[in-house]
């Protein structure tokens, strides 16, 4: 029996800089927090395809080339999580997908996280086990 995955996101790196997002669902929120660009799975749709179909969407990237970085649980789902090298930075978002975009290193990921500013709360996680992965 398939894994069934809720969402799939991307860990979008240029360099040492991390590409997060406000996603739409904060309009109303007083306080908005970040998270890995991606989105709901459709039906029928693999994980792989959601991510690529999803930053299309928001951020008008078209990417094929993705590192499975593993699953995460959030709201007693699953996510999966995929990672994609950028060959520059991006600043243009659709803003009926999402409120904000912005690069951060990792020590400002680290600060997000301990100041609960966080979406999933396993952003953090995944951009260091995917560091794991590349590692020399």
């Known amino acids: ?13 240029y360099g040492d800089r991390y590409l997060l997002a ?27 395809d959601a991510v690529a179909r999803e930053l299309r969407e928001e951020l008008d990237v078209h990417l094929t080339d993705f590192k499975e970085v593993g699953d995460f649980r959030y709201k007693h789902a699953l996510h999966k999580v995929f ?12 803003e009926s997908e999402l409120l ?6 990792t020590d400002d990921i680290v600060q997000l996280a301990a100041n609960k ?3 999933a709360g396993y952003e953090l996680r995944a951009i260091q086990l995917f560091q794991t992965l590349i590692a020399p």
Do not use: C
């Open 1 to 13: 029996m398939a894994i069934k995955y809720k969402t799939a996101r991307a860990i979008l790196y």
């Open 22 to 48: 406000v996603h739409s669902s904060f309009w109303a929120a007083k306080e908005r927090r970040w998270g890995l660009p991606g989105g709901n799975i459709e039906w029928r749709e693999t994980p792989q």
């Open 100 to 105: 904000d975009l912005q690069w951060f290193s």
């Open 83 to 94: 990672a994609a090298e950028l060959d520059q930075e991006i600043h243009d978002y659709d």
């Open 117 to 119: 500013q966080l979406h």
